[in-house]
T-cell receptor, first 113, second 115 residues
Framework: QKEVEQDPGPLSVPEGAIVSLNCTYS??????FMWYRQYSRKGPELLMYTYSSGNKEDGRFTAQVDKSSKYISLFIRDSQPSDSATYLCAMSALIQGAQKLVFGQGTRLTINP | NAGVTQTPKFQVLKTGQSMTLQCAQD?????MYWYRQDPGMGLRLIYY???????DKGEVPNGYNVSRLNKREFSLRLESAAPSQTSVYFCASRRLTGGVNYGYTFGSGTRLTVV
């Protein structure tokens, strides 16, 4: 079993729809939770960053962490064609003195005009 | 612009050839990382350097070596390339101040094909 599971999609929705992207994880030591956006032939860029459980909102994006269920989500409201990209969840923990960062597989998202 | 710079952007190697992938960051970050990205596998850590002068193995280190030349530069070397090393390679750096993790900044990647 992978430490972080993410549905690879692909996911295709019409412009203006609400998008929900999710990841589950198995290691309860994870404390920092991130979402990265990766455009085609580019490096991942940090989109959202949260520590521990709770919600964080940034414009049209909301990140949600439920540590009790080991489940994180990213919601995109009023989705735009420019949101079309691969979204990767990532989580990290300090394990044996070293920061361990683990990525999900990434979900490819297409927003259709 | 500040960030992580990788060279080259593309490379084709023959089996058995060697090459070095270069990475430099100008954000004064302490930690640097090399990842590979393969379809369906996500990003996997090859090697990392928590600070200048230290390097450690990640999840998939076999067939690779690294050098942390100074605080800015972290190179990845393939001594004898194999087709299984065909991948997209990303360098990343991380700001860690006072125990607070500010996330990772990635370069734009090196697309390597080994034939």
């Amino acid at each position: 079993q992978k430490e972080v599971e993410q549905d690879p999609g692909p996911l295709s929705v019409p412009e203006g729809a609400i998008v929900s992207l999710n990841c589950t994880y198995s290691n309860s030591a994870f404390q920092y939770f991130m979402w990265y956006r990766q455009y085609s032939r580019k490096g991942p860029e940090l989109l959202m960053y949260t520590y521990s459980s709770g919600n964080k909102e940034d414009g049209r994006f909301t990140a949600q962490v439920d540590k009790s269920s080991k489940y994180i989500s990213l919601f995109i409201r009023d989705s735009q064609p420019s949101d079309s990209a691969t979204y990767l969840c990532a989580m990290s923990a300090l394990i044996q003195g070293a920061q361990k960062l683990v990525f999900g597989q990434g979900t490819r998202l297409t927003i259709n005009p | 612009n500040a960030g992580v710079t990788q060279t080259p952007k593309f490379q084709v190697l023959k089996t058995g050839q060697s090459m070095t992938l270069q990475c430099a960051q100008d954000m004064n970050h302490n930690s640097m990382y090399w990842y590979r990205q393969d379809p369906g596998m996500g990003l996997r850590l090859i090697y990392y350097s928590a600070s200048e002068g230290t390097t450690d193995k990640g999840e998939v280190p076999n067939g690779y070596n690294v050098s942390r030349l100074n605080k800015r530069e972290f190179s990845l070397r393939l001594e004898s390339a194999a087709p299984s090393q065909t991948s997209v390679y990303f360098c990343a750096s991380r700001r860690l101040t006072g125990g607070v993790n500010y996330g990772y900044t990635f370069g734009s990647g090196t697309r390597l094909t080994v034939v």
